[in-house]
């Protein structure tokens, strides 16, 4: 091919090329990933950069390819090839073909599933952590479905659980040996990070059963092995627990039994008929030693089982006074006296989508004796996802929350 010997030799190792496989695999948007190509061949799609994008992210056979997707992405690969007056490899040319030729079917327009990965790339600074592993990725391997609303949003990765994955990974000192429970788990990609950081027990939970089939679905692609029952101590630290626990009926003798050092929960704070539910839970989750004192300990009686959030007692009114907390404690306090006394603690990954809304959470936490810390600022995670453009950090909100003693 003319020009051939005039290319220069390209690091198909570096972070352009590394990002390019890492937003493919994540399935970014095709834009996105081709400008990452671009960078990866130094301006152009050369054909040994076409070569690269065939063996590393088209011709794999450990991920299943969701059609509609590649064939977006090969469209605008083609395109731009061959606007750059470049040569397209007949590889490339003959999967779009084959892609155009299929036809979405019913389930790919409806709750069809496609798995993506979400690799975490450990910058420098990480790498003498113990948890940085010695490839410095770490790879996740998530089913997850095309229909966001799918087993009551649970089948989606949310930005939340990415910084939260991110937070584990940068702080793993606070999370390594304890037992950690998060509610509202989702695909279960927070489960995978604590159990990577080896954490003593990971018990995951989520209201939605179709969400937790999934969900185990992800911990067994991830060689790590699910039991749906309770278990007061874990048998081996590659066992993750996975519990049915809708927030409304969630018994308060079955929440005391769980006795975890860390609570997380990532994207739990959306629906304001959920909230008052969501904070009893926490409250009995993080005051082990006195009952939750309002009145109306086991809420089973209130709310039927499975019954959505839809009866709720709490109202929740917002004024402007409440929510800011005055009995906020120094976030150092916290940590210490988690570190030394291992007083439970809980990490809320959060995208603030409504004022009102998370205003009203605040309430709720304050009328439960909880402190509600932002420590977004001070416990800043490393960027893992350099290569995840649709993914903000600076949108999430990490709470610290923790039961105020008298
Ligand atoms: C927005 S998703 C977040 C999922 C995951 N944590 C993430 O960030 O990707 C909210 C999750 O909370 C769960 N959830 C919502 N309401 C719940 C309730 N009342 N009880 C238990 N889980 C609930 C949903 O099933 C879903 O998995
Ligand atoms: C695609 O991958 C398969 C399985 O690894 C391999 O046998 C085949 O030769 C590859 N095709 C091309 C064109 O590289
Ligand atoms: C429909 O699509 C699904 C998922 O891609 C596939 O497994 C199934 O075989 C397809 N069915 C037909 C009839 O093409
Ligand atoms: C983990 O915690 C247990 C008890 O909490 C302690 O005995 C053990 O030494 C800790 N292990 C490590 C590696 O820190
Ligand atoms: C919060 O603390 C106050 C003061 O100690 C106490 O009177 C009240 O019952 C507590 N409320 C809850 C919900 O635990």
Redesign the pocket.
């Known amino acids: 091919m003319a020009g051939e010997d005039s290319i220069q030799e390209l690091e198909l190792s570096s972070p352009p090329c590394l990002h390019f496989i890492a937003a493919f695999l994540a399935m970014e948007p095709p834009d996105i990933i081709i400008s990452f190509a671009r960078d990866c061949g130094g301006g152009k799609i050369l054909e040994r950069v076409q070569r690269f994008i065939w063996e590393h992210c088209i011709n794999r056979t450990d991920t299943k390819p969701f059609a509609p997707y590649l064939r977006s992405f090969l469209k605008k690969l083609i395109v731009e090839i061959e606007s750059s007056g470049e040569v397209v490899i007949d590889e490339l040319y003959e999967k779009y073909v084959y892609y155009m030729s299929l036809k979405d079917n019913e389930s790919v327009k409806g709750n069809a599933r496609f798995s993506k990965t979400i690799s975490f790339l450990f910058p420098r600074e990480c790498w003498d952590l113990s948890s940085c592993p010695k490839s410095r990725k770490l790879e996740v391997l998530l089913h997850c479905s095309v229909n966001m609303l799918e087993g009551d949003t649970g089948c989606t990765i949310w930005p939340s659980s990415l910084f939260l994955s991110e937070f584990i990974l940068s702080f793993p000192e606070v999370f390594?040996?304890k037992s950690c429970f998060e509610v509202g788990s989702g695909v279960g990609l927070v489960g995978i990070c604590l159990a990577h950081i080896k954490a003593?027990q990971v018990i995951l939970s989520d209201g939605d059963l179709s969400t937790l089939a999934n969900m185990r679905l992800n911990l067994e692609s991830n060689k790590l092995t699910t039991r749906n029952d309770f278990l007061e101590h874990a048998v081996d630290s590659n066992m993750v627990q996975c519990l049915h626990l809708p927030w409304e009926s969630a018994a308060e003798n079955e929440l005391l039994q769980i006795k975890p050092d860390i609570v997380l929960g990532a994207d739990v704070i959306y629906d304001p008929l959920c909230l008052p539910h969501l904070v009893r839970v926490l409250a009995v989750l993080l005051n082990r030693e006195g009952l939750y004192a309002d009145g109306r300990n086991d809420r089973s009686d209130v709310c039927p089982r499975n019954q959505k959030c839809a009866k709720s007692n709490t109202c929740c009114v917002f004024d402007g006074s409440l929510g800011k907390s005055t009995r906020n404690i120094d976030h150092n306090d916290v940590y210490m006296h988690n570190g030394l006394q291992?007083w439970p603690v809980a990490y809320i990954a959060s995208v603030i989508r409504n004022i009102d809304t998370f205003n009203c959470f605040l309430a709720l936490a304050e009328e439960a004796n909880l402190s509600v810390l932002d420590i977004t600022e001070k416990m800043k995670p490393f960027n893992l996802l350099p290569y995840a453009k649709s993914y903000q950090q600076s949108s999430i909100r990490m709470l610290c929350i923790s039961y105020l003693s008298k």
Request: charge should be positive; avoid cysteine.
């Open positions: 390594t040996n003593s291992r």
